[in-house]
């Protein structure tokens, strides 16, 4: 039933988008993209600035600058399950104190 329902979900919403596009590519289709110059004019500042600020840095220093902070999540979590270990050990250590072979002994004493 759940999946029914999930379908018809799945199926109204593939079409609204296809009603959408055909209505809206006719739209777009009609539309001249160099007709106003102030919207050409901006793309070219956008895209110049964002090619000058990738000039700034550099290839290997984002590489280095990524693989240093990869190396440090890589630190805490070896630092992290290191002491999970040594937690899960001690609690071994003192799980075995705590049953040792005279707690077998004085069991039997008791009976």
Do not use: C, H
């Not at 609204?16 to 590519?25: E, L, P, R, S, T």
């Not at 992290?80 to 040792?100: G, H, M, P, W, Y």
């Amino acid at each position: 039933m759940l999946e029914i329902l999930f379908i018809l979900i799945l199926l109204g919403s593939a079409t609204a988008m296809a009603v959408m596009m055909f209505v809206k590519i006719p739209a777009l289709v009609k539309l001249n993209p160099s007709a106003d110059g102030r919207k050409s004019d901006s793309f070219q500042n956008i895209k110049e600035r964002s090619r000058s600020i990738l000039k700034l840095f550099s290839k290997e220093r984002l590489l280095y600058k990524f693989l240093s902070s990869f190396k440090v999540l890589i630190l805490k979590t070896e630092k992290k399950t290191s002491t999970l270990l040594a937690n899960l050990r001690q609690k071994s250590i003192d799980e075995k104190n705590k049953f040792s072979d005279d707690y077998w002994k004085k069991l039997k004493r008791k009976k």
